[in-house]
């Protein structure tokens, strides 16, 4: 069994909204900081948002600030992405991964992946 797994992906509209929810399972949830980070065909993948082990502080990429919230609910093994006024750019496979304690914004530092939800955003 996958230790993440993403869901709540899928096509809407400019403009709308989409919750993303990844469920860890076979780890001790609150040891781990946790992210979401996405990759869009041809592109690198890049930072979207970070929370640390308790949820008290959190991380977010200068082109999603104001319009996503990461959340987590540690007795539920649980993080969420809500995304709201979403744009075509926002278009990507979006992972969630397990990584520092206090949250990260770099790819290397995460141990554990999902395999990724997709969204896209129609103008």
């Known amino acids: 069994q996958v230790p993440l797994v993403e869901s709540g992906g899928g096509l809407v509209q400019a403009g709308g909204s989409l919750r993303l929810s990844c469920a860890a399972s076979?780890?001790?949830?609150?040891?781990?900081?946790m992210g979401w980070f996405r990759q869009a065909p041809g592109k690198e993948r890049e930072f979207v948002a970070a929370?640390?082990?308790?949820?008290?502080?959190?991380y977010y990429s200068d082109s999603v600030k104001g319009r996503f919230t990461i959340s987590r609910v540690n007795v539920a093994n649980t993080v969420y992405l809500q995304m709201n006024s979403l744009k075509p750019d926002d278009t990507a496979v979006y992972y969630c991964?397990?990584?520092?304690?206090?949250?990260?914004?770099?790819?290397?530092?995460?141990?554990?992946w999902g395999q990724g939800t997709q969204v896209t955003v129609s103008s």
């Open positions: 991964a397990a990584g520092p304690r206090g949250g990260s914004y770099y790819v290397p530092s995460y141990q554990y």
């Open positions: 076979g780890l001790t949830f609150s040891m781990y900081g």
């Open positions: 929370i640390n082990w308790s949820g008290g502080v959190t």
